[in-house]
C-alpha cells in the first residue's frame, strides 16, 4: 500500500514547556511521561478523580518540552484544566498553531513522524508534518475503524472509564508507573478483573446503525453503538450479554467483528 498522509482537523495542539514539564504531565496522566524519550509518543488520558475519562491525548516528546495532540473541541477546557493543577511547578503552556497528521501504509519521509503507540497497524502520527497530503480525515476514520481501534472523543463519554475504552489494550496506562488522577479506581477494576463493558466493533449487515443506537441481545439491552460508518461501527458493549445470544441495533441485525488484538485479549468470537 502506497504512504497516505491525511490532515486531523478534529486534532489540536498544545505546546508544553519549562523545566518541570515532564514531572508535571507524569503525576497527572494515566503513562509513564518520565521515561519517554525525545522523538517517541505516548497515548494517555487525564481523568477525573472517579476514574472516568475526561480527555484522551497524545503527548509528543521533544528536547525541552512537549506538544500534546489532543480533541479540537476540548482542547480550551483542557487548557483550564492543566492550568489549574500547575500550581507552583514551572511549565508553560499554550495553544500552538499547527495540524496533526496521521500516516499509514508505507512509512513516511519526512516531517517529524512517529509510530502510533496503540497499534503498529495504525500507523505514524506528526505533529510537525510540513508537506501536502494524499488522503482525508474520513479516509483515516474509515482505517482505525477497519482495525477496530476506538476513537475516544467519539466513542468516548464522561461516564465512561478509560479501560471500558480499551485504553489498557492499546498502550494507554501505564500500571506499574505510581500514582496519576484516579489511579486508585482505574488499578482497581484492572487487578479484579471485574470489567463488564468494553469498546467493541461490530460488523452490521446491511447500513450501518446510526450513533446512539441501543444494542439488544435478545431483549435484553447489551449497550449503545458509539459511532461508525461503511458498514462498520464501534459499541460500548456489557460482554457478557454481547455473545450472550443474537444481536441487533435499531432493529438491525448486528454481528461482533472483532480483531485478533481484542479477541485474542478478551476471548471474543463474531
Known sequence: MPCKIAA?????????????????LH??????????????????????????????LFVHAGESGAVLDVAATGR??????????KLRAKVGLEPMQGAV?????RPPSQGGWARDPRLPDLGWR????????????????AHRLSLGVPDPALDGRDTDYPIEL??????????????FIGQE???????????????????PRGRTPPPGAEVLSGELRAGEVRSGRDGRAIALLRLDRAQGGALTAGARPVRLDPPPWLADSLGLTS
Not at 101 to 105: F, I
Request: glycine share 10%; with cysteine.
Open 166 to 179: 480499551d485504553f489498557d489494550l492499546l498502550n494507554g496506562i501505564d500500571f506499574k508507573k505510581g500514582c
Open 8 to 24: 486531523l482537523s478534529e486534532r489540536a495542539l498544545i505546546r508544553v514547556g519549562g523545566p518541570d514539564w515532564r514531572p508535571f
Open 76 to 85: 480550551d477546557g483542557l487548557l483550564k484544566r492543566l492550568t489549574l493543577y
Open 101 to 105: 497528521h496521521a500516516a499509514w501504509g
Open 27 to 56: 503525576n497527572l496522566l494515566t503513562h509513564d511521561i518520565e521515561g519517554l524519550a525525545p522523538g517517541t509518543i505516548r497515548f494517555t488520558a487525564l481523568l477525573t478523580p472517579q476514574g472516568r475519562l475526561l480527555h484522551d
Open 185 to 203: 479506581i482505574t488499578s482497581r477494576m484492572k487487578r479484579r478483573g471485574a470489567i463488564k463493558t468494553r469498546a467493541v466493533p461490530l460488523g
Open 126 to 141: 506528526s505533529a510537525a508534518y510540513p508537506g501536502p497530503t494524499t488522503a482525508a480525515a474520513d479516509d483515516y476514520d
